[in-house]
């Protein structure tokens, strides 16, 4: 029987704790202070590196609990080499500009891509203008019975799904 090769974490949708703890091994503290850390790990498995960021919050509207969230960010071995030769470029969020797993719900790591996020932001922002010209021609063509702003509803709906059927 042929021993399958390790999968790296990042072709794992949701990664659990345990994974984590049972696969990643420190390298190095780049910096600590008294609620956030960094630090590079390595996966045992596949000698992948990740930066670790952790930080620890006092969420005061839940009477004072402690959370503490955590962020893996692969990195290239060049990234590795420049860490350990001091590069200080490392700080969440600036630097956290790929894809990079994060607390998730019950304990579970997920993939969170910022860029994604950015190119999201860019869609609404599009989406929101595009309501925005509608209404401005809706407000100064003088329109407002209940047929009207109805139609102008449905648009508006068409914007976020232009598959939608005509009513």
Known sequence: MTA??????????????????????????????ENEAYRVMKDAETGEHYLHYAVRHLNVAAGGLEEVYHQLMPLEHDDVIALALGSPDFTYPAHWNRAYLRNGPNGGFVWYDPDGASSQDGDYEAIAEEIRSRLASFRKEGRGGENEVGRLMEDIERIFDPDAEKS
Do not use: C, F, G, Y
Not at 14 to 33: F, N, S, W
């Open 4 to 33: 399958h090769p390790p999968v790296s974490l990042t072709n794992i949708r949701v990664v659990t704790e345990q994974m984590l703890a049972d696969r990643l091994e420190p390298v190095k503290t780049l910096a600590e202070e």
